[in-house]
């Protein structure tokens, strides 16, 4: 059986528990370990329960777990329910020093007798009183105690630590020095606790691979970040918004060529984007739900007057404010026919970092060939956790800026109509404000126009434009990332092959989807994996449906808004669709999901 480890660890928020908690996370990466995070962390103020969790797996699995065969338990307000979560057959690494009353305690005791668990009690405040004098310290380095407790539990070298402690806290090297002192306490104190537990957990024996040395360990919203860079990005418009805010603040921390602006609400970061665009920068806002609700006019405008555009997406739960802190794939519908009217733009929806950073230099290239506005459809889940994955690569190839015409096409006779479809892929030409020549100018406008950018309200110009601004995203549909098909064995796409089951996911849902095929498979079931990349829907995806009995969307929104898009696309295999669903804010999980596949494939066969 493959190493799965899963670690919950139960802090307060405020006390500097994700600086120890990303210590612990990077040791383990820069050891091969593959490990993959989630940040569970509350949307108002400082004091209320934290958790992060760590997930080590050998095939690379990152979907949340509800059972946690390691919990370290820091929080006396949560000490009930982060018993009740531990696997059976766990670790329970508790702080003794919590007010804890004698009831919780009996209980500890008779859950873990249940669970046939282990006890690990630790006097947090001993540990730290060797550690340092300081008072404002002893509350954070409580927190680096359990980073050695753990090290010493999972065998991490005592340099790999260090150097995740210097990356950390860089050029602070008393702040290193007295961190790196209560990591060696912590590993003294797991010795001592250790020896009283069952043997089993004397000291784990994680997977270390060459592979995960090879690779990164980075977050969506970084990724995405660098990948606007490098994208050629040179305005970023923005307003403060979680999960977004941190996309933004990297943006402007790695960028030195571009203008990012914090603007004084969603309405004016969309805003300044299409101007920016219009003016022939390569332009980007971030945002939540809530902020895209905001930028739905200015969004028609870059539609409809095809402007370039893109919106960068990271959804959280909704509607309204919502759960702020919490991961949702609730924008699907709304991102698909953006704004009023008869719009739909173009949708990227990557479920890797790598991704995250390849979609956004690829998003502004879409922008400016088909003129129209995209949206990117991250999530928090996917743009605030870490994950290991490919190293980053420049681009060699120029950016794709579409069809401009400039004075000296114009001196050479080419004829300019801004709307007009001179060669019959939809796609008109532009050109860009300043260009010394008034042959070039045009009036732009949110209103009905003809293919001469003059005001019209006759019917046949509407039409005819509505038209155009469709065929000329479907006609070049082959520019969009294509769904990423997996046969029954989990790599290829052979067109031939039918299954039982065919998985469609999308974003972050597709992290539980490799584990759910393995379950599945050893059951005896045959499967075949879509992953939708891109909006609108791809032709390829009709025959992957022919080719599966029973056809399960998996998504995180109540409704099954990925589902109802297929549905309209594909009526003819409508009586084949089931969906798996989680909506509850939390990360995806196969226990969730699985169990709502199996009793899709057993009403099938009945």
Known sequence: ????????????????????????????FRQGTPVATKNIFPSNIAGLPTWFSLRLNERGYSAWRLKHDVVVA??????????????????????RDLKISADALARLDEIASQKRASLGAISFREWVDKATTSVPLRKVLGNMIYVGVLAELLKIEDATVTKAVHDQFEGKASVV????????????????????????????????SKTARDMIFVDGNSAAAMGAVVGGCTVLSWYPITPATSLAETFTELSKMAASVQTEDELSAICMAVGAGWAGARAMTATSGPGLSLMAEAAGLSYFAEVPAVIWDVQRAGPSTGLPTRTSQGDVLTASTFSHGDTEPVVLIPATPHECFEFAELAFDLAEILQTLVIVLSDLDLGMNYFIDREFKLPTKSYRRGKILTKADLDRGVEFARYRDVDNDGIAYRTLPGTPDPRAAYFTRGSGHNESAKYSERGEDYKNLLDRLKRKIEMNLNLLPAPEITSSNGTGANKSERADIGLISYGSSSQAI??????LEADGLTTRGLRIRS???????????????????????????????????????????????????M????????????????????
């Open 177 to 208: 020095d007295t961190n790196c002192k209560a990591i060696a306490l912590g590993r003294e104190a797991g010795r001592a606790a250790f020896a009283n537990v069952d043997k089993r957990w004397g000291r784990l024996s994680v997977p270390v």
């Open 587 to 606: 990360p995806i999980t196969t226990e969730i999901i699985l169990p709502q596949i199996l009793r899709a494939h057993a009403e099938a066969q009945a």
């Open 74 to 95: 820091r929080n006396a307000q949560t000490f009930a329910d982060d018993l009740q979560v531990l696997a059976d057959g766990g670790l329970f690494i508790y702080d």
């Open 1 to 28: 059986m493959a190493f799965d480890l899963s670690i919950l660890i139960a802090t307060v928020n405020g006390s500097g528990s994700q600086s120890a908690n990303l210590v612990l996370a990077k040791s383990l």
């Open 514 to 519: 490799d584990e759910i095929r393995d379950e």
């Open 535 to 585: 909006l609108p829907l791809a032709p390829e995806i009709g025959p992957f449906l022919a080719s599966c009995s029973k056809i399960v969307i998996v998504e995180q929104n109540r409704d099954g808004q990925m589902r109802r898009l297929l549905t309209q696309k594909f009526p003819e295999h409508a009586a084949q669709f089931s969906s798996a669903l989680q909506y509850d804010g």
